[in-house]
RNA sequence: GCCGAGGUGGCGGAAUUGGCAGACGCGUUGGACUCAAAAUUCAAUGGAUCUUAAGGUUCGUGUGGGUUCAAGUCCCACCCUCGGCACCA
């Protein structure tokens, strides 16, 4: 008896297919493509197990599917560049570049002691200048096509990271990264217009059906559209006039006062001389106060009054306009008109300062006092002149025609969504290829001077800061235009910007002249499977799908969208937590791989649970796993020698009965289930646990029958089935178990098993009688019997005629291959 | 507050179209093997309850209603957990 050597059988198998290049994809091939791609990682360190989760279910779908005689594509690749290595290097006095290529050899040895079945050929980084250099391109891309520019404005900053930050990536006004609160600063700063596709990345997301509806539903909040009217209400007694955003002009006669953000403009401009120096106290308050509790919810309302009124222009009221706390600048026009009877934030700041409350809308539900609440719900206008009567949507549309025909206002829509702040006060990163000269301004290095080099030879001493601008050689350069002495750009590229487009240059990594080739790409593109973590369902996500529609309208490539179907799979927790470097909860593979084995480990991983769920890690629950492996193993280990010289071929399928039968039709319904489990979308955990009911058939044959009554001709064929079917989870322990049987390498390159249907429908089945819809009974019928005689049979049995004894049958249904009830009173 | 996902044994989880709830695994218990233990292997395993036993009965998928011959699955109301958004006018 051998022992499960799982080392000596895994590194075999993964050097055989290395040498023999199993998983090299062609460009072109006869066979229908499939593109399946893991999110790559950034190479922070080593890999944990749950890392290892979204690399194993991408694997499995890969080897599938290659199976199916699709050209597979499987590419891995890093996303190298980001302020981790940069801090790594400051600590640790060393160069972010070695620092990462350090990280990435220890997790491609990873990847590949898993037994991941990547086209290693295509690996890219997104450090390399051959890899952003193109990124670079993509800016400029969008710089010529206006898509790109440059404003001081005021940006998230991380005073830990030392860097602004765009939107996206601070969550409840902290560093998404490493959690510091963010301050905001007013910088020069560059963005890409991502704005000006608002529309479209809202639209289109109806146009992604394989997308889990929590992203996409993620993704229109964070876009946030919203329909209204923009209204100009004028200033008494001056010639100016305030613009304010509404998505309710039917409540425009319920306005009792204005509210301008406290950074808009139109505050000093407006502000009267006697109230001047209240008001700036008033400003410099709110501008001490923490900025993010100041714009969060339930935040206490303040105000003050600046000596001004506006006029509603549709009823010429009177009404004071004041600074309040909860106006946002960024938003619609950074002023708005308040309805306090109508909306609860004006309602609070008017029960806060005693402002009138007028009420436009009819209480519809008997409501008739507004002392402590609005009223924000949609109903019939009132006291709005010769509106009143009308409600909901056609009040608003009515309101709308009026304010365009009358020329004070008109339809508008406004996004929560703000553009891409890319600039990035940091080294390791692309840098943005443009330079500043006096004479010509903003200059944006040309495309054959790409790629603007990172200089390697760095200082990172100072504790902190980029020592880009430190970089002489670097900083001082010629304006491209026109050849006098200019500056270059010290800021670097958002790492977000890296990784919008990477899964195009998989496409063609090494290619030297352009970052891809458009025929390739649209012969590639979409995605078929993309796999990842939902973190990135507004991120990363959001970024490539605004590149990729970038792209398309530059004609680079001929699609929308760059990934057809989305699969985000779950975290594993361990101890109650995330792991994570910090918590010391991590599992790292590299231990399990060494005493279990990597097929373990993908194994346990699979079947822990529906792979889109969260799952706690559980010892016992892998050692179970393992323990199915070895069991495995000990029946191929007892019969292999006996069953090597068989030849499946002899196996004649209609002359098999009673055990051998059921073990065959057993076999055709699992290998129905398991590719029912993967097609259905990643039923992993099932799958497997329909591979464990198979081994159990099997051995329960085995055990039963005696060694001369042994069908060993099926026991092969079915022995050989089940490694096949198992190969996509456990491929080295598939691969060996195949060649032991005596066949040829490899399995990866065999076609995944069919099943007979046939053989699934039975003569005879048992069917279950309930009696008022509870079990009673089973009898076993014919598949061609009758209902009549079904019914016959049924109550005919004695079990059931006790039930049914002096009680009236109402009457019986009977569900073909499903039921019978018996309903008695 | 709004939006989304979910709630099933001691635990992880199955149940695909309304048709035998609890597949598979873990754990537990018992038998075999062994000098013994481990490993392995076979069997039992939702709760309550009746019976000497074989075998019954009854309750049971977050709670309360409803539809249906039949509900984990459909409808209504509610509770709880998780995730996202949250002064966005």
Request: net charge neutral.
């Amino acid at each position: 008896m051998s022992e499960y050597d799982h080392e000596r059988i895994e590194i075999k198998w993964q050097r055989k297919w290395e040498e023999a290049r199993c998983f090299r994809t062609p460009n072109h091939s006869e066979k229908k493509k499939f593109y399946n791609l893991v999110m790559f990682p950034y190479p922070s360190g080593t890999l944990h197990v749950g890392h290892v989760k979204n690399y194993v279910l991408g694997d499995v779908l890969a080897r599938y599917k290659r199976m199916r005689g699709y050209n597979v594509l499987n590419p891995m690749g890093y996303d190298a560049f980001g302020l981790p290595a940069e801090n790594a290097a400051i600590e640790n006095k060393t160069h972010p570049a070695k620092w990462t290529y350090h990280n990435v050899d220890i997790i491609r040895n990873q990847l590949k002691r898993l037994g991941m079945s990547y086209d290693w050929e295509r690996e890219i980084y997104t450090c390399k200048e051959e890899y952003y250099k193109w990124t670079q391109w993509l800016f400029l891309k969008l710089y010529e096509n206006g898509l790109a520019y440059k404003k001081k404005a005021a940006a998230n900053w991380c005073p830990h990271c030392k860097t602004v930050l765009a939107n996206e990536q601070v969550v409840n006004g902290k560093c998404e990264r490493c959690g510091t609160p963010v301050t905001i600063i007013q910088l020069d700063q560059w963005f890409f217009k991502i704005t000006e596709y608002a529309e479209r990345l809202l639209n289109d997301l109806d146009k992604l059906p394989g997308w889990p509806e929590r992203v996409r539903t993620m993704q229109k909040n964070w876009i946030g559209r919203s329909v209204g009217a923009e209204v100009d209400f004028p200033i008494k007694g001056l010639e100016k006039k305030i613009r304010i955003f509404t998505t309710r002009p039917d409540t425009l006669w319920g306005v009792t006062f204005m509210a301008l953000a406290p950074e808009s403009p139109l505050v000093s401009e407006l502000v009267t001389e006697e109230r001047k120096s209240e008001v700036s106290a008033f400003l410099e308050k709110v501008q001490s106060e923490d900025r993010f509790k100041r714009t969060s919810a339930n935040g206490p309302k303040e105000g003050i009054f600046i000596g001004r009124y506006a006029i509603n222009p549709v009823n010429g009221d009177e009404i004071p306009i004041y600074v309040a706390n909860y106006v946002l600048m960024e938003y619609g026009t950074g002023a708005i008109m308040a309805v306090p009877g109508h909306d609860q934030r004006d309602f609070d700041f008017a029960k806060a300062y005693d402002l009138p409350i007028k009420i436009v809308i009819s209480p519809s539900n008997g409501r008739d006092s507004l002392d402590d609440a609005p009223l924000t719900a949609y109903g019939t206008m009132i006291n709005s002149g010769e509106f009143s009567g009308l409600s909901g949507k056609e009040a608003i549309d009515a309101v709308i025609d009026h304010l365009e025909k009358k020329g004070i206002g008109k339809r508008s829509v406004n996004y929560k969504l703000r553009d891409w702040l890319i600039s990035r006060q940091r080294y390791w990163g692309a840098p943005i290829p443009v330079v500043y000269c006096p004479k010509c301004g903003i200059v944006p290095v040309p495309e054959n001077e790409l790629p603007v080099r990172l200089p390697e030879n760095v200082d990172f001493s100072e504790k902190g800061a980029s020592p880009l601008p430190k970089i002489k050689e670097f900083v001082e350069t010629q304006c491209p235009r026109c050849g006098e002495t200019a500056i270059r750009e010290v800021d670097t590229m958002d790492t977000f910007i890296d990784s919008s487009w990477y899964y195009l240059r998989y496409i063609n990594p090494h290619i030297e002249d352009k970052p891809f080739d458009i025929n390739d790409v649209n012969e590639w593109l979409p995605v078929d499977q993309y796999i990842g973590g939902v973190e990135h369902a507004i991120l990363h996500l959001m970024y490539s799908r605004f590149i990729t529609k970038v792209l398309y309208d530059l004609g680079y490539v001929n699609f929308e969208e760059p990934f057809e179907n989305l699969f985000t799979q779950g975290m594993i927790y361990y101890k109650g937590a995330k792991m994570s470097k910090s918590k010391g909860n991590v599992i790292s593979p590299d231990d399990l791989i060494a005493r279990y084995g990597a097929d373990s480990v993908r194994m346990y991983l699979l079947f822990i649970g529906p792979p889109e769920n969260d799952a706690e890690w559980n010892d016992s629950g892998f050692e179970g796993v393992h323990r199915f492996i070895l069991r495995i193993w000990r029946l191929y280990d007892e019969y292999i020698p006996g069953l090597k010289n068989l030849n499946t071929k002899c196996l004649s399928v209609e002359n098999l009965s009673g055990d051998e039968k059921n073990l065959y039709v057993k076999l055709n319904r699992i290998t129905k289930k398991i590719t029912e489990d993967i097609e259905r979308g990643f039923h992993f955990n099932t799958a497997i646990s329909g591979l464990m009911e198979l081994l159990n058939e099997v051995y329960g044959y085995v055990q039963r029958k005696e060694e001369a009554s042994k069908d060993f001709v099926l026991l092969k064929f079915i022995l050989e089935r089940f490694v096949t079917l198992i190969y996509p989870f456990a491929p080295h322990l598939g691969e060996e178990l195949w060649e032991l049987l005596g066949n040829d390498p490899f399995l990866a390159d065999k076609s995944w098993p069919g099943y007979d249907e046939n053989v699934l429908i039975s003569e005879r089945y048992t069917l279950p009688i309930t009696i008022n819809g509870k079990v009673r009974d089973k009898i076993e019928v014919d598949r061609n019997i009758s209902e009549e005689e079904i019914k016959r049979l049924t109550l005919e049995r004695k079990r059931i005629k006790k039930w049914i004894e002096r009680k009236r049958v109402e009457k019986i249904i009977v569900v073909k291959e499903k039921i019978v009830n018996i309903v008695v009173k």
